[in-house]
């Protein structure tokens, strides 16, 4: 019973910001790694940035230097801050929480948000 919900997407010009949120209803330290994906129309699902329960990044090519992913336990949120953004950034943001098994992982994954760039 785990939910996952997003919010911050919206419309902004060409090298603007955006900061989105994912907010879990029970406590994030229970997954292994949270992560933002985010998929454009035609395009493969693709992972944008993750933070593992210990504090390390990962971050598309794509991304890196320009959006940065944090986390805050007490507040079991993560947060993605989106910086000069592009026309191609824009898709569907969707949060991501995964625990990881020997067996199996599982993945938990929110309803999506919207982000827009214009030129």
């Known amino acids: 019973q785990v939910q996952l919900v997003e919010s911050g997407g919206g419309l902004v010009q060409a090298g603007g910001s955006l900061r989105l949120s994912c907010v879990a209803s029970?406590?994030?330290?229970?997954?292994?790694?949270m992560g933002w994906y985010r998929q454009a129309p035609g395009k493969q699902r693709e992972l944008v940035a993750s933070?593992?329960?210990?504090?390390?990044?990962n971050y598309a090519d794509s991304v890196r230097g320009r959006f940065t992913i944090s986390r805050d336990n007490h507040k079991n949120t993560v947060w993605l801050q989106m910086n000069s953004l592009k026309p191609d950034d824009t898709a569907v943001y969707y949060c991501?929480?995964?625990?990881?098994?020997?067996?199996?992982?599982?993945?938990?994954w929110g309803q999506g948000t919207q982000v827009t760039v214009s030129s």
């Open positions: 029970g406590s994030i330290s229970s997954f292994n790694v």
């Open positions: 991501n929480a995964r625990q990881i098994w020997f067996v199996q992982d599982f993945d938990y």
């Open positions: 933070i593992t329960s210990g504090g390390s990044t």
